[in-house]
């Protein structure tokens, strides 16, 4: 599916309306989530995103959450599952963009997201995925 400006979109599961925009920005996938994502369409989110990685063969995906008020504990694992997903295609996944609120609220609700590395903002991110491809230890991300 495509947005306004002809680019790659998540599909507006639930009939919201709402467009999560995946851009390929050379073998780096970044998406931004603006506002509240609803369930059904994290869920089309999630199959996007791998449909896009197994098809155009990308090493990483940044997650941009800075525009994101409330992770819940649903948004939460399937931020998990998009990085574990990622990890079988053999790509890299980074959040970028938290909020302290947000990871105030994750610890709380005692959420780990497995398989998810984590950037102060989306240069930080790409950074880290150009720099460390493979994730290694020793990043200051």
Known sequence: MTGAAGLPTAGAAGGYGYTVPVLRLGDILLVTLQGELHD???????????????????????IDISGVDIVDSFLGRVLAEIAAGAELLAARTVLAGMRPAVAITLVELGLTLPGLRTALDVERAMELLAGDPRGGEGSPW
Do not use: F, N, W
Not at 41 to 50: F, K, P, R, S
């Open 40 to 62: 059904g369409m994290a869920e089309q989110l999630q199959h996007d995103i791998t449909a896009r990685i197994a098809h155009s063969r990308v090493t990483g995906v940044v």
